[in-house]
């Protein structure tokens, strides 16, 4: 009786043990996988609240470890904490936003030491034209990247110096810091050179197979959860139409900026859809990229996005950045004397919204 006692015990351990979602990648870093699984968890609880480069500068400063704009808005620093990695794949010292690549990593560090979720997209340079990710000149750009193109072997430089990059994030005792890693993102518009009408769907779905059987395989990087994150559409068909496989992706997310009236009806669509999709696929949605380019509309935070995304269960929101050279951007988070101030204010206190103290 007490062995059947036992063998019972251990099946339902097992069966419990295997339910449990794993990522992606068969050989996900123990971080990795419990990464994964606490925002499955998350995700039925609330909306994380995430900011580009909310560690690495704010409209007033730059730099200085511990302050966030978000921070001196609510009190409390965003559970998402996004960086930049393009112009990495030139060796330079500085992003294309101008942090310093030493920084990302502290910031990371830092992030990871405090309870936060780290995410990283890429706009990297165009290999073939040597301009930028903008660079739209060309629609041989993906197919010259791939193997057998005249540019794999630069592709593959670029490529070892993500993978550099990405083995230095160690915590404190050693550990890969996990990471949300978001390249070739709003594939579904065509103003970056990966874009829908830059490349076939075929390409584009080798263009990330190559990279995540890069990393994985010759790099032995298992430390990442990948990102999807596509730009408007409008059905389940087009949102999948060049998704790479569930064997590569973690996340199913989608950007989307305030660009007019139709706003909340897009985001609503989109959000229905991709909450949809990942709880089909077992995988974490999001809203990967968000913000109003306006920035005066001052009830956008809780009428605008809290009031379109409260019905569906997305682990996160990620505004854009809040650009420290006040000529290149508008800043898409909120900061101290915005018209958004108060809002954004009672976008934190509201139940459905998750900040860094709600999921340490
Ligand atoms: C864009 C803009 C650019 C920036 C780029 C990468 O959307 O914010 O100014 O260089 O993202 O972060």
């Known amino acids: 009786m ?7 015990f251990l099946i339902s351990g097992l069966v419990t043990w295997a339910a449990k979602p794993v990522p ?3 050989k996900a870093t123990p971080e990795a996988v419990k990464l994964y699984q606490k925002m499955l968890i998350l995700e039925s609880k609330g909306m994380m609240f995430g900011h580009q480069d909310a560690f690495a500068y704010g409209t007033q400063w730059y730099n200085q470890p511990g302050r966030s704009d978000v ?3 609510c009190g409390d620093h965003p559970a998402i904490i996004g960086w930049e990695l393009g112009h990495l794949e030139l060796g330079n010292v500085y992003s294309l936003d101008s942090v310093y690549f030493d920084n990302i990593r502290k910031g990371i560090q830092y992030a990871d030491k405090i309870g936060a979720i780290n995410t990283i997209s890429w706009h990297h340079r165009n290999a073939l034209t040597g301009g930028t990710s903008w660079d739209v ?11 057998g193109g005249e540019k794999h072997v630069l592709y593959l430089q670029y490529l070892d110096k993500v993978a550099d990059f990405m083995l230095s994030l ?8 996990p990471i949300l890693f978001r390249p070739y993102h709003e594939h579904t518009g065509s103003w970056f050179w990966w874009g829908k009408n830059l490349c076939t769907i075929d390409q584009y779905k080798a263009l990330w197979r190559f990279t995540v059987n890069y990393l994985r395989n010759e790099k032995n990087i298992h430390h990442l959860l990948f990102s999807y994150s596509t730009d408007r559409f409008s059905t389940k068909e087009e949102y999948l139409e ?8 973690d996340l199913v997310g989608f950007d989307l900026y305030d660009n007019g009236p139709e706003y909340r009806s897009v985001l609503d669509n989109c959000a229905k859809i991709v909450s949809q999709v990942a709880a089909e696929k077992g995988k974490i949605g999001a809203v990967t990229e968000a913000g109003d380019p306006t920035g005066k509309k001052t009830e956008w935070w809780t009428k605008t996005i809290l009031e379109t995304i409260r019905p569906y269960n997305l682990s996160y929101v990620l505004v854009w950045r809040n ?3 006040k000529t290149k951007d508008v800043p898409f988070g909120p900061y101290k004397g915005s018209p958004s101030e108060q809002d954004f204010v009672k976008f934190y ?6 900040f860094l103290n709600d999921i340490k």
């Open 2 to 8: 007490k062995k059947l006692f036992l063998i019972g």
């Open 24 to 26: 992606s990648d068969p």
């Open 71 to 73: 921070k001196e808005v």
């Open 137 to 147: 000149s060309s629609k041989k750009t993906v197919e010259s990247i791939l193997p």
């Open 170 to 177: 160690k915590n404190e005792n050693g550990k890969f810091i």
């Open 242 to 249: 060049r998704y790479p496989g569930d064997d590569i992706i």
């Open 323 to 325: 650009s420290f050279t």
């Open 349 to 354: 206190k509201d139940p459905k919204t998750l």
